[in-house]
Nanobody, 111 residues
């Protein structure tokens, strides 16, 4: 069964950090473009960051310099390190690889 399971979301104050994880089963993250998307309140789902199998990364302008996407092939797990978080980063974050999506994890940035 192909499955992506996100974890690591939560409530954090502005300026804080979180690291999201995306544990994959039934699919090898190493051969796919892995991506993180988010959907804020009342907004459409948007691409936050992506990483090719060769390690090429791409970031939304709004998160450049603050977020880092990475992958641990041995653990078959992807990550999104989020620093200097802002209230506008609030939303449900989804992991994607190929046609597979996780269930999402809530990130709330608020004082």
């Amino acid at each position: 069964q192909v499955q992506l399971v996100e974890s690591g979301g939560g409530l954090v104050q502005p300026g804080g950090s979180l690291r999201l994880s995306c544990a994959a089963s039934g699919i090898s993250l190493s051969i796919y473009v892995m991506a993180w998307y988010r959907q804020g309140p009342g907004k459409q789902r948007e691409l936050v960051a992506s990483r090719t199998s060769g390690g090429i990364t791409n970031y939304a302008d709004s998160v450049k310099g603050r977020f880092t996407i990475s992958r641990d092939n041995a653990k078959n797990t992807g990550y999104l390190q989020m620093n200097s978080l802002k209230p506008e980063d609030t939303g449900v974050y989804y992991c994607n690889a190929g046609r597979c999506w996780g269930q999402g994890t809530q990130v709330t940035v608020s004082s």
